[in-house]
């Protein structure tokens, strides 16, 4: 497995992985016009655009060995202070269990390092399954809160979070 840095070129593909992915994810949580709302607000050409040109945020594509794009994951490093936000990690159906998102967190610990931040931080629905993986990766819920993303709908999420290192002075 890779993650290969995301380029404009990609959106496209990131568009297309995030409605496979979600359509799993999300088919018993969310009604068919939030999961609409959703990927064509959050993942709008122009969002991800917008992403894209923001230099703390990072998209990287999750590559199998024989070259083919499993999902993607995006955060963002100086969210907060020392605090790296974890937005987007979705792979496709298919791929699932097969150690790719243990890699990409992994790989999100290293670069958060590299950026000088110590705490990872993320949002999920309070009704994804998707939390005990989070948790068997170290994540912490730490609060929860309701979102309102427009349209009349919300999100329900717990807060999650991990600390990638401490200073032992």
Do not use: C
């Not at 100086?78 to 791929?95: A, D, Q």
Request: hydrophobic share 30%; charged share 25%.
């Amino acid at each position: 497995m890779t993650l290969q840095q995301a380029t404009e070129k990609d959106i496209p593909l990131i568009q297309e992985l995030a409605r496979r992915s979600w359509e799993n994810a999300y088919a018993e949580i969310l009604s068919p016009e939030q999961m609409e709302y959703m990927l064509t607000t959050m993942y709008s050409h122009d969002e991800i655009a917008d992403h894209l040109n923001n230099p703390n945020y990072h998209y990287h594509l999750v590559i199998s060995e024989d070259d083919s794009p499993e999902g993607f994951i995006g955060f963002e490093h100086g969210y907060e202070e020392g605090t790296t936000k974890l937005h987007r990690i979705y792979l496709v159906p298919e791929s699932k269990g097969k150690g790719y998102g243990k890699k990409s967190l992994e790989f999100l610990k290293e670069q958060t390092g590299k950026a000088g931040d110590n705490r990872i931080i993320l949002n999920v629905n309070k009704y994804n399954s998707a939390r005990k993986f989070y948790e068997s990766q170290g994540y912490k819920v730490y609060d929860q809160g309701v979102f309102d993303i427009g349209n009349g709908y919300v999100m329900d999420d717990y807060l999650m979070e991990i600390l990638t290192h401490t200073d032992r002075t």
